[in-house]
Nanobody, 120 residues
């Protein structure tokens, strides 16, 4: 089975920074892409940023210029550097991976989520 474990969430003041990490482990043959999603209270889960194995990135307009996604392919780990945080960034952040199992089946895996709270 595949497991994604997020870390790095917490409480930060507006304008501050936080760095999230997500490590994938288990029955993984290859990872096509990894990304971050977030869900605020009363809202739908939304895409924050994604990155492919080859390094192609995509960001939500609301975080462009403030967030940076990166990855360490050797460690099956993805990071999200969040700068200039705003109260609107408060949400549970979920790690996602699109991968292939040793049986070559393509699946989406999700982490349990990590809380990010931006407040003074």
């Amino acid at each position: 089975q595949v497991q994604l474990v997020e870390s790095g969430g917490g409480l930060v003041q507006p304008g501050g920074s936080l760095r999230l990490s997500c490590a994938a482990s288990g029955s993984i043959f290859s990872i096509n892409a990894m990304g971050w999603y977030r869900q605020a209270p009363g809202k739908q889960r939304e895409l924050v940023a994604t990155i492919t194995l080859g390094g192609r990135t995509n960001y939500a307009d609301s975080v462009k210029g403030r967030f940076t996604i990166s990855r360490d392919n050797a460690k099956n780990t993805v990071y999200l550097q969040m700068n200039s945080l705003k109260p609107e960034d408060t949400a549970v952040y979920y790690c996602n991976a699109n991968l292939r199992t040793p049986f070559r089946q393509e699946v989406d895996a999700w982490g349990q989520g990590t809380q990010v709270t931006v407040s003074s």
